[in-house]
């Protein structure tokens, strides 16, 4: 299934013309999303004003960045209260990964590069200003559908024969940003360039080692501002298949990628900041909507398990795959020298986590598949730790694997975390997990999998995985189910509690008492990515 996608070049706070047009366009075409490749406000103005009362009306899911000039006032006001701007309007945040309810992957990158800052990521979120390590973090993301960024890449024109118009002055491109391009290989680059609408031809990007024979095309489009005076290109419209065919011959005028490749970098930015931020300062607001209705995507700085909240710390994350992604945890329950005679000397604590903003799997999109997708990415991930640690101690280590599925939650995740074959053995993790839900009065485990769960309610849900033997050369999994519903208050922390008194870990059973510094956890995160990197898949 293919998506309709509108583009729009900047809007410049004529928010009542552009979005009447788009309502018209709309009505014929149907299109799934639009997005805004550029400024969409000018200043605090009466557009800003109509905008908030309800007066322009927006017809469709319709997404934005930070361009060149900043934010409103008011509207950096709605995102920081975590309310919604108007229906159908969504902020993607500067420095962003978003997949959308159609599986449309977007990263982006909005502002110009601000050289006074050498190193590190911007925590500005509002300001259009972005630094080189904004775009090195998102390097991260691997891969994109769309990459929309306020800047172009440098030598985008070389080996273009697409001819200028008279007086045509094109922006200078940056080489950052042609990196980025070129580490994700999106299918569409989007920008934009005041009164001048380029497009480039289709440009491939070189084979890999492991995929020898197929070559990815983007498209580089840069659109033309609102009413410019030359009446040069403002919107474009396209249309998305939801996977690329391979096997398609290079589309008509393709060339060589024009955008020059370093070598493989590290996945990530090193220079990073904290992750959560203020945890007890985050308000559960979800929007309306019933059971299984997709929600619009979360505003920057609400969820701490976003790619697209700015204060991600991209020192904790190890791997992104293309539904999923592994970090260690913040203020970890195990530490470097609890399995160290075991060969893992480093807190194997990590967390699984998907990279669609929803509360429980099962409430993720079916559209392309995206909900079986993400299961089958994250037991992957699971299946590769559980692995890691079991080589790494000779199979003297399992793992317990443990997940809150709620539909009032906020991002599900699964907890991994390392335990000694012999407590394992001994039934020691399963009696632990079923006296504690016994004490608290918590309904009876059942031994039983959910799988996605879409034929549950709330529950929670413990893999425990006994490590190979001459048995069992690949290991056995007992996964126990906890059915709830709303009339329990289910504690969050119930996992991390009954592994804390199993382990004698009991003074780290909350992750703010375990707090490290940042170089402990950059110590910590380069330990782990240098064992998991035989398992990592998403090399």
């Keep these: 299934m293919a998506s309709k996608v509108i583009v729009l070049g900047d809007v410049n706070g ?12 709309h009505e014929k075409n149907k299109f799934s999303l639009a997005i805004v490749a550029g400024n969409l406000f000018s200043e605090d103005d009466d557009s800003v004003s109509d905008l908030l009362a309800g007066n322009i009306s927006i017809p469709l899911p319709t997404y934005f960045t930070v361009g060149t000039t900043p934010l409103p006032q008011r509207i950096i006001d709605k995102i920081e209260k975590d309310e919604e701007i108007c229906p159908n309007l969504h902020f993607l ?4 990964t978003t997949k959308t309810s159609e599986g449309i992957k977007i990263v982006t ?5 601000d050289e006074t800052i050498v190193g590190g990521l911007s925590k500005e979120q509002y300001l259009p200003f972005h630094t080189v390590g904004d775009a090195k973090a998102l390097h991260g993301a691997n891969s994109a559908d769309i990459l929309l960024t306020t800047t172009w890449p440098a030598s985008i024109r070389n080996g273009s024969k697409i001819p200028l118009a008279e007086g045509v002055m094109l922006p ?9 391009c ?17 497009e480039r031809e289709p440009f491939f990007h070189s084979p890999t080692a492991d995929t020898p024979d197929v070559k990815p095309v983007t498209r580089f489009i840069s659109l033309a501002a609102h009413g410019n005076s030359k009446k040069q290109k403002s919107l474009y419209a396209f249309s998305l298949p939801s996977s690329v065919d391979t096997t398609a011959p290079l589309p008509a005028g393709t060339t060589i990628s024009p955008l020059f490749r370093p070598k493989k970098r590290p996945a990530l930015d090193p220079e990073p900041y904290s992750r959560y931020g203020n945890h007890d300062g985050y308000r559960n607001k979800r929007g309306k909507g019933h059971r299984g209705q997709r929600q619009p995507p979360p505003g920057p700085g609400e969820c701490f398990f976003c790619l697209s909240n700015p204060n991600l710390a991209t020192h904790l994350i190890s791997s992104i795959g293309d539904d999923a992604y592994l970090t260690i945890a913040k ?13 893992v000397d480093f807190p194997a604590h990590a967390l699984i986590i998907p990279l669609t903003h929803s509360p429980t799997l099962a409430l993720i999109t079916e559209e392309d598949n995206a909900r079986e997708k993400t299961f089958v990415e994250m037991t992957r991930f699971k299946k590769a730790l559980q692995e890691m640690v079991a080589e790494r101690s000779n199979n003297k280590l399992g793992a317990v694997t443990y997940e809150i599925s709620k539909a009032n939650g906020v991002h599900t995740h699964w907890q991994f975390i390392p335990m000694p074959r012999e407590t394992i053995s001994k039934d020691l993790v399963e009696a632990a997990f079923r006296v504690e839900a016994e004490n608290l009065s918590y309904p009876p485990f059942q031994t039983r999998d959910p799988g996605i769960g879409k034929e549950d309610g709330d529950f929670f849900r413990v893999w425990i995985w006994t490590p190979p033997s001459e048995e069992k050369s690949e290991g056995s999994t007992k996964c126990l189910t906890m059915p709830f519903d709303d009339s329990l208050r289910f504690s969050l922390q119930f996992g991390r509690i009954v592994l804390a ?8 059973t909350q992750w703010r008492d375990c707090a490290q510094s940042e170089e402990e956890e950059k110590k910590d995160i380069e330990a782990f990515k240098a064992a998991f990197k035989e398992f990592d898949f998403t090399l």
């Design 331 to 343: 203020g970890p329950l195990t530490t470097s020298t609890t399995y160290s005679q075991l060969g």
């Design 182 to 198: 070129a580490a994700l290989k999106p299918r569409y680059h989007f920008s934009s360039s005041l009164d001048s609408f380029f």
């Design 93 to 96: 945040g500067k420095r962003s």
């Design 14 to 25: 004529q928010l009542q013309a552009v979005f009447k047009k788009i309502s018209t366009l």
């Design 109 to 113: 990158l909005g502002g110009r590069l």
């Design 172 to 180: 200078i491109g940056q080489e950052h940003i042609a990196d980025l």
């Design 501 to 508: 008194k199993l382990l004698q870990l009991e003074k780290r």
